[in-house]
């Protein structure tokens, strides 16, 4: 069975660096989103792409997050600087895009610890 | 604004014994409700949606827009029940989905 695959797996930085996490989606899967969950907490959402278009970005820190998918296909997701407080689980997840409220597919996700 | 409402962090029953874990949401729309489960090393993966008004692995959920609940219900809980179970809404033509904050179950032999 397909899978949404995610890498690296685990990520250790120093505040302040840069970090990057990439997902690539189950192949033909037009929506893709990114989750934070923080420990003990469920998956926040922080941006939903519709093919290579962000459909909503709403609770994206931008001033140090960043994510793009400018093939429509995998994406990026991008800290700049790293803080404390970013330590969490990076969740990708996608679905077909087909219908409206289907199931999520996700991936094993990215464990950022900010030190 | 919408939201998922999962009051129990943690839920502990013997084996055998029935389960309900709560869910409560709030959206002024026509809801679209999910649970998922992600068992110990597991990706998080769909377990049922309303929509569907399926039995998978014995939980069943009704969707009671008058409470706004969609409490997941097995009558008799087994050792491999035990997991983080997390309530979701989805919402709007695209396809927003957002997650409670997760109920962990565990089942004591």
């Known amino acids: 069975e397909a899978e949404v695959a995610q890498s690296p797996r685990y990520k250790i930085t120093e505040k302040s660096q840069a970090v990057a996490f990439w997902c690539d989606p189950i192949s033909g899967h037009a929506t893709l989103y990114w989750y934070r969950q923080i420990l003990g907490q469920g998956p926040e959402l922080l941006v939903q792409f519709q093919d290579e278009s962000v459909v909503d970005d709403s609770q994206l820190p931008k001033d140090r997050f960043s994510a793009e998918r400018l093939k429509g296909v995998d994406s990026t997701l991008k800290i700049q600087p790293a803080e404390l407080g970013d330590s969490a689980m990076y969740l990708c997840a996608s679905s077909s895009g087909q219908i409206t409220n289907e199931k999520l597919f996700f991936g094993s996700g990215t464990q950022l610890s900010v030190l | 604004a919408q939201r998922v409402t999962q009051p129990e962090k943690l839920l502990s029953v013997f084996k055998g014994a029935p389960v309900e874990l709560k869910c409560n949401y709030s959206?002024?729309?026509?809801?679209?409700l999910f649970w998922y489960v992600q068992y110990s090393r597991q990706r998080l993966q769909l377990l049922l949606r309303h929509i569907s008004r399926e039995s998978i692995k014995g939980f069943t959920a009704d969707l009671n827009k008058g409470e706004t609940s969609f409490h997941l219900k097995k009558p008799f809980a087994q050792e491999e029940d035990s997991a983080m179970y997390y309530c979701?809404?989805?919402?709007?033509?695209?396809?927003?989905?957002?997650f409670g904050s997760g109920t962990r179950l565990s089942i004591r032999p």
């Open positions: 979701a809404l989805s919402y709007s033509s695209a396809s927003k989905i957002i």
């Open positions: 959206y002024s729309g026509s809801p679209e």
